[in-house]
Each structure stands twice: as structure tokens, then as C-alpha cells.
């Protein structure tokens, strides 16, 4: 992970209405250039470079100059929409769960954590980013998915501390091409943490596919339009209860069908 700080600039706390890294963007005025210092930290449990490097901060990016242990390529991009720098997953996260996905960018850059796919229960939620898994050397490099789950609390929610996720394709925002009407789910995965579960499925499907219908074990019906962006989604439900989750196309015709069952 790359975090990039300037002395003396205390980033604000992001509201709701204020999406995640946007405050950084108070560093740059008229367009001009600002030099921060970008530490290296650990990423992925290999260590990084123990030197402090310097960077450019634009309206663009944040690309490190380097000391041959920093990432070459533009890492950072500070929008209007706030920064993508995997410092702000979890706060992304929370942030798209109440206010919704926002419009993807072109790509996927090294350092970057990418939500696009998300999932608000009456109990739980989950989100599922794309980003990197990556070392200072670049050795082996290689896109990846993470899905953050949470509990709905008062004022908000609580993410877990695990994560799951798994090798991601390539261009990795743009829609790969799937035979007629497919749908294909991942494993369900857990999390647990004092004395509360989650489970969550995720899933890609064809263009066909319109619609994301949940039923829990107690009846309830949650039904959600599918993003028809990439044609991902991800699914969360409280680990005490069994649910199905049905695919359906426009005109209501289910395409896939899969259980999540209650753990334990």
C-alpha cells in the first residue's frame, strides 16, 4: 500500500456526502503542482522500501519519482469523486453502501482499490472492489477481487476484519464477453467476529440478467437491479439465516439460482 501525507495537512473525516480522499484535493490550487512525501508501507506482507521518495501531486495523480523501490507508473487519482488509493477501501466502502456505486473510472491503477459492486441488507452489507495484489519489485503482479462485509449498526456500519476475494479478469472495468444468459457465483464466504456471522456470494453474469432477488429463511424479499456496468454483484446476509438468491432477466424469468446457508 502507498499513503501519501503532506506535513501539516490534517485530512477531514469523510461525511456520507463526501466521498473518500476528496479532501486531499485541498492541497491543489489553479492547477498547480504540490510536493508530498510518499512513505512506502507494507502491502500484502512483503515489505517496501524503508526511504522516503518524493511525488507530484496534480489534479491528475500522484506519481512517484521513485528511488527504485517505488512503483514507476501513476499510482493516485484525486477526482471529484475523492481518491481510489487502497488507504480508503473500508472508507469507500461505507460510502457506496449509503449512497450507491459511482461511475467507474477507465482502469485499475497499481495502489488503487476500485468498488464496484455493492450490496445494503437490513442487516448486512458487502462490497466488492478491484484492485492489485502487487509488490515493490512488480515481479508478479496481478488484478484481484476483495469483498469487505459488514453489520448495519446505529449511524452506520461495522465492517468485518477478513476479507475474501479472488483472481480478477482482465481489462478488469470493462464487461468480458459470456456466453448467452451465463450466470456463475463464487463460494459463499464468512465472516465472523464477536458472536455475529456474515455470509456473501458474488457473481458475473450475462447482459440478460436484470435483476438480484434474496429470500431469508424468515420470508423476507429483497430485490435489487443489477449494475449493468460490468455485470457484477455481491450479496450479504446474516450468518444465522438461510436465504436464496435468484437471477432474473427483465421480464421476471429466473436464470440462476443458488443457497446460502446459515453458519455452522
Not at 500522484?62 to 517505488?70: E, F, I, N, Q, W
Not at 491503477?109 to 502487487?134: D, F, K, M, T, Y
Amino acid at each position: 500500500m502507498l499513503r501519501c501525507w503532506s506535513p501539516g495537512v490534517a485530512v477531514a473525516a469523510m461525511r456520507s456526502s463526501s466521498p473518500p480522499g476528496v479532501a486531499v484535493g485541498e492541497l491543489i490550487e489553479d492547477g498547480a503542482d504540490a510536493l508530498v512525501p510518499c512513505r512506502p508501507w507494507l502491502h500484502h506482507g512483503r515489505a517496501a522500501s524503508s526511504g522516503l521518495a518524493w511525488s507530484s501531486l496534480s489534479t491528475g495523480s500522484v506519481s512517484p519519482l521513485g528511488d527504485g523501490g517505488l512503483p514507476q507508473a501513476s499510482q493516485v487519482r484525486l477526482t471529484e469523486r475523492g481518491s481510489f488509493d487502497e488507504e480508503y477501501t473500508t472508507d469507500w466502502s461505507k460510502w457506496v453502501l449509503d449512497n450507491g456505486l459511482v461511475a467507474l473510472p477507465g482502469t485499475v491503477r497499481i495502489g488503487e482499490s476500485v468498488p464496484v459492486a455493492r450490496w445494503a441488507g437490513p442487516r448486512c452489507g458487502a462490497v466488492l472492489h478491484v484492485q492489485w495484489s502487487w509488490s515493490y519489485e512488480h515481479g508478479n503482479d496481478f488484478l484481484v477481487s476483495e469483498v469487505q462485509l459488514f453489520n448495519r449498526v446505529p449511524g452506520g456500519w461495522r465492517v468485518y476484519g477478513s476479507q475474501s476475494g479472488t483472481d480478477w479478469f482482465d481489462p478488469p472495468l470493462a464487461r468480458p464477453r459470456l456466453a448467452p444468459e451465463f450466470v456463475g457465483f463464487s463460494g459463499a464466504a464468512t465472516a465472523r467476529e464477536d458472536g455475529r456471522s456474515c455470509r456473501a456470494v458474488d457473481c458475473i453474469a450475462d447482459v440478460a440478467a436484470a435483476l438480484i432477488e434474496v429470500i431469508d429463511d424468515q420470508g423476507a424479499l429483497l430485490q435489487e437491479p443489477l449494475d449493468p456496468s460490468l455485470g457484477v454483484f455481491v450479496v450479504a446476509v446474516d450468518g444465522c439465516s438461510d436465504a436464496v438468491v435468484r437471477i432474473k432477466d427483465q421480464t421476471g424469468r429466473v436464470l440462476a439460482v443458488t443457497e446460502i446457508r446459515r453458519d455452522g
